[in-house]
């Protein structure tokens, strides 16, 4: 852990002490409630923003909510994980789409990309930051159970629950499907230049799925959709079905953090995952 307690040294001690003590900030000081007004899903006006997002879920597999954190609260996550960015695992391989491929350099069947970026585990955060304090409050897994319409329930896996992926210069996030049904993720800081998320909407149900996958990978834009997330939109993505990339980030950092929910209490991952993502399992 970065912050294994506080360090009573004068000044810097007081301070330490003090944001041990802190409680954690509410819910309504990070989401924009204004906007969407969704503390209490009975409401009328809570019911027509779920039916609006679910629609659009529903039919492009894609719902995004701009704007869904305050200011000041994506500000000071994006400054949390910028604090911690030494303590997150980097990753740079080539990953074959659909064949298994992985290694060092693109593969020779040119069904490959690349996975460069570093990731930050869940107990790397602050346990009263304003991260983990939205990833626990109650309102926001009742938002994604009635977007998705079905219960969930917040994973409790102590690294993999809640993580953010940190994409620098040179970084991307290959082109691949998704192995779960949905991802629910909220960008925090959006990169200079580059870093843009792409998609082929539903090119896995497509009678050409091989030749739109082909064609992606190549560079060519075909189907090609780049949909408007701005920092601290919090989008909810059903990935199985519709091929999906960050591309390069030329300048500047990308910063997204990912919630993971299951449709049974009590989830965990797998070691394998946990080692993949943050080279260790616990």
Known sequence: MLDSGPILHRDRGMVALAHALAPSPSPAALV????????DLDTPTARAVVATARRALET?????????????????MAAEVEARVGHAHPRDAWFGLGTGYRGANASADGRSSRYAMRALAC?????????????????????VSALVGERLYPSVDPLASLSVTILGAGDEHGWHYDENDFVVSLLLQDADDGGHFELVPGSRDRTDARAVEDRA?????????????????????????????????????????????DRRPGMVFSDGVRSGAFGRVA
């Open 32 to 39: 924009d409630l204004e906007r969407w007004p969704i503390a």
């Open 60 to 76: 492009t597999g894609l719902c995004l909510l701009p704007g869904f954190l305050t200011k000041p609260a994506r500000r000071a």
């Open 123 to 143: 107990d790397r955060l602050d346990p009263t930051g304003p991260l983990r304090a939205l990833f626990g409050w109650d309102g926001l897994t009742d938002l």
């Open 217 to 261: 990978l190549a560079g060519e834009a075909g189907g090609l959709v780049r949909p408007t997330v701005g920092a601290g939109t919090l989008s909810l993505l059903r990935g199985r079905r519709s091929l999906h990339h960050v591309s390069p980030v030329e300048r500047g950092r990308r910063l997204i953090a990912l919630f993971s929910y």
